[in-house]
């Protein structure tokens, strides 16, 4: 492990550049700031990602379909969510250098109250909206929060007992100038629809997937017959103008959700909602995020939204914090009936059983594609030392990512260019990608050198054919982590690593 956090950090980003996982948007033209893209060996681990979580939480289960929705949709749709009034964040200019940050960003207070000491406040507002957001970000885990009034304005802030108070900024970070009251700044993309620029062609890239699970709900009802419990899910873009893009990929202005809007009766909701946090949490742990690293943590009440009655975020703790990678929430009926008012249509379920006819609720597991992947990245890199053709020991880095996410699943490489190696090793390899996986074929350089690029790479398994290959046809497979090496016969190559990737 790297010594310090930015470091660390550092290092991955390198190295995301260095083998094609993770390039900045746009780079020749100097980038574009919250916009990323996913290169050779990314766009396969990004998929992986994507088809593990379609693969359980889709296609090994009976309650739970699938839809892919388009990403504009009719500007009704986020009235009724909510979205064109209420998705914003608190945002501040600097009068003197015309900086702008995010509310929550610069009013860091420090005092001591009692025995806690308050880490920091939010702005103090009238509204409550902007100051439980100011508040948001510095809160986690480890940290307690709370509503105070200050006159006739609120302030939340953000406390824990046994830290010292760190630095305290209300001015501007860049240059101490005054700053602006904090406004409101809507989030969604905006765009227009057709050949006129004016309000009444004015359309939105959707922020979350979710509303086009809602917008589809009845038609997912009456076209598959699926009956209560059941869930539907969607993977896909989505789009926020994020005042702050950072932490790499972390905080991007377009990504990807994967999220699972499940319905059931309102009896059954609380049974539901504890159902998916632990799901959740534990298909995070069974990928290879260390449960000491990964934190469920579940909102105080006043933290809620007004239509939620229960949410937990499942969090990890990257190298720049602690910092959430997808929330469960008991979102009640609150949508389909937002949906059923703004659209007139009948968004209610009758059951034939009990007769009764209700607005089912939703509990909504919903997730970053993106998060996730940086987050297995974060985990995965390793430094440590295996020995070179020679015996000596030298430093390699190694991306010990879970196989199943693996962009890459086997390297097969000829010991040298010569004596039928190339020809043997060809004929693995065509065998390896022709099972559907992911094979890399190498025979340039040095053994060793071929072991470290596949390292970096995160392949779980190298397959060389040598000398005694001629002589047996059994292989020599290298186990990324361990370093161990077995013999194999080279038609068993395939049934080995997908009993193991599985
Ligand atoms: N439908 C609910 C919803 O969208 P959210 O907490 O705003 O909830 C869900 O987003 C997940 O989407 C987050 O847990 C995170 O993984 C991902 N996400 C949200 N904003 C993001 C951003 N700016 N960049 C990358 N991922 C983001």
Redesign the pocket.
């Known amino acids: 492990m790297a010594e310090n956090t930015n470091e660390l950090m550092d290092k991955l980003v390198a190295l995301c550049k260095r083998r094609g996982f993770i390039f900045q948007s746009s780079e020749i033209y100097g980038g574009i700031n919250g916009f990323w893209d996913y290169g050779p060996l990314g766009v396969e681990l990004k998929r992986n990602v994507k088809a593990a979580w379609w693969e359980d939480v889709v296609r090994k289960r009976d309650d739970v379909v699938a839809v892919d929705c388009s990403i504009i949709m009719n500007p009704k749709v986020w009235e009724a969510s909510g979205h064109v009034a209420g998705f914003t964040d608190p945002l501040i200019d600097c009068k003197k250098c015309k900086s702008r940050y995010r509310a929550d960003k610069v009013f860091g207070v420090s005092a001591r109250d009692g025995e806690n000491v308050i880490l920091s406040a939010s702005v103090e507002s009238d509204d409550e909206d902007i100051a439980r957001q100011t508040a948001a970000a510095s809160a986690n885990s480890k940290t307690r929060r709370r509503l105070e009034k200050h006159g006739d304005k609120l302030q939340w802030q953000v406390f824990r007992a046994d830290k010292a108070p760190e630095g305290a900024a209300a001015a501007c970070p860049a240059c101490g100038g005054e700053l602006t009251e904090a406004r409101k700044f809507n989030m969604m993309f905006k765009t227009f629809v057709g050949a006129m620029e004016d309000s009444t062609s004015v359309a939105y890239l959707r922020p ?1 997937t ?1 509303q086009g699970i809602f917008a589809n709900y009845k038609n997912v009802l009456d076209t598959s017959r699926i009956k209560l419990p059941f869930g539907i899910a969607q993977i896909g873009k ?1 789009f ?1 103008n ?1 005042i702050n ?1 950072r932490n790499f ?5 377009e ?1 990807e ?1 994967m ?1 699972i809007e499940f319905f059931c009766h309102p009896d059954e909701a609380e049974k539901w909602y504890k159902y998916w946090r632990k799901t959740r949490y534990n298909w995070y742990v069974e990928h290879g995020l260390t449960s000491s690293k990964l934190h469920l943590r579940d909102h105080e009440a006043a933290e809620l939204s007004h239509y939620s009655t229960a949410t937990a975020d499942v969090e990890y703790e990257f190298p720049f914090g602690l910092a ?4 469960i929430a008991n979102r009640t009926n609150f949508d389909l009936t937002k949906h059923q008012e703004f659209s007139g249509r009948d968004m209610t379920y009758y059951d034939d059983e009990t007769k009764e006819r209700f607005i089912p609720y939703v509990i ?1 597991p ?3 594609v ?2 996730a992947t940086l987050a297995f990245l974060c985990e995965a890199y390793c430094e440590d030392e295996a020995p070179d053709e020679k015996g000596v020991m030298q430093q390699r880095i190694v991306m010990k990512l879970h196989p199943r996410l693996a962009p890459i699943k086997v390297a097969v490489f000829p010991l040298v260019k010569k004596e039928g190696m190339p020809e043997i090793a060809q004929k693995i390899h065509k065998a390896v990608q022709a099972s559907g996986l992911v094979s890399f074929y190498d025979e340039k350089g040095a053994v060793g050198r071929r072991y470290r690029r596949q390292d970096e790479a995160g392949t779980p398994f190298c397959v060389t054919v040598d000398g005694q290959t001629l002589e047996d046809q059994t292989v020599t497979v290298r186990d990324r982590d361990s370093l161990e090496q077995q013999r194999i016969g080279a038609d068993k190559v395939v049934e080995f690593i997908k009993e193991r990737i599985s």
């Open positions: 979350e979710a989505a926020r994020e893009p990929t972390f905080r991007s202005r990504f959700q999220e959430e990678l997808e929330g909504e919903s997730g970053g993106d998060r």
